[in-house]
């Protein structure tokens, strides 16, 4: 398919402003430089992040038609300079999910040989440090469908793109499942999976939909993870972060919330997908996948 390229170096992201750039409408808070070293290994049970749409920073900070993620910002610790590795979204969820883009740059079919993503990924490590991990996809009508359907989008998917995911059927269809599953699995700590990622539908996700109905997506939805007993009982971190944003930052809101996250925190350092994932590879003793989550900034500060 055109836009895409066999695995390769993964592009730079440009260069990002400095702290100075983070929007004035930001909630105040304690804001301090990061500390040196990585995330406390082993503090962090659950992790659940929920990737929101194609929205910069300054569209969402400060916004009326935001509240709800607004204040979610206030109350614990929002990275106020974190910026998406580069456009269009399928990219950035690989980034985010592998560490690499590889040297995909267009949101391609999975079903395409040429848009495969044959790299190691977190999914892969997290099996092999004996956690578990779902991908739970709203409006996907059946686990491991690799199609569009609806407003199930399978570009924000990124694991319909890992062969090591989809070349095992049994693995794909516990593993990559419709949003509808996730009540289930938040009844108790034991069934919610370690490490869950989350995409909304093309509406709930602000694709193709007002800011409000993204964010009343997430006063509807947050509230029941941070509830659970994963949460209630356990150390656990959720986060918020948009795929990509616009302008030639591609500065996004990215949240931390939870019992693991910081209250009432503002981080001004320069952060990026990559830096999330290796927050998530430090806390839980795992090896950097590439180069580029090695050499990103662990989110340290942002944790209790």
Request: net charge negative.
């Amino acid at each position: 398919m055109a836009g895409c390229t066999s695995p390769g170096p993964t592009p730079s992201p440009a260069p990002p402003p400095s702290s100075s750039g983070a929007a004035s409408s930001s909630p105040p808070a304690t804001r301090a430089p990061s500390p040196s070293g990585s995330a406390r290994q082993g503090t962090i049970d659950h992790v659940v992040i929920i990737v929101m749409e194609n929205k910069a920073a300054s569209r969402i900070l400060g916004a009326g038609d935001a509240p709800y993620l607004n204040r979610l910002a206030k109350e614990y610790a929002l990275a106020a300079n974190y910026h998406a590795i580069t456009r269009p979204s399928l990219p950035n969820y690989l980034a985010l999910t592998s560490g690499t883009t590889a040297g995909i740059r267009s949101n391609c079919d999975p079903a395409d040989s040429d848009c495969q993503a044959r790299v190691r990924t977190i999914a892969d490590e997290i099996s092999e440090s004996g956690r578990q991990w779902r991908m739970y996809a709203e409006g996907m009508p059946e686990p491991c469908q690799a199609h569009d359907s609806g407003r199930y989008a399978v570009k924000h998917n990124p694991f319909m793109y890992y062969p090591s995911v989809t070349g095992d059927r049994e693995l794909c269809t516990d593993r990559v499942v419709p949003f509808s599953w996730l009540d289930d699995d938040l009844k108790t700590d034991h069934s919610l999976p370690d490490y869950v990622f989350i995409t909304p539908d093309m509406c709930s996700d602000t694709h193709d939909c007002p800011v409000q109905s993204g964010d009343d997506w997430l006063a509807r939805e947050v509230p029941k993870i941070l509830a659970a007993p994963a949460f209630s009982t356990k150390n656990s971190l959720l986060v918020v972060t948009y795929d990509e944003g616009s302008g030639s930052s591609n500065r996004v809101v990215t949240v931390f919330a939870g019992p693991a996250a910081r209250k009432g925190y503002v981080s001004e350092t320069l952060y990026t997908h990559y830096s999330l994932l290796r927050t998530i590879e430090d806390a839980w003793g795992l090896d950097p996948l590439t180069d580029n989550d090695r050499k990103a900034a662990g989110m340290t500060e942002l944790l209790k």
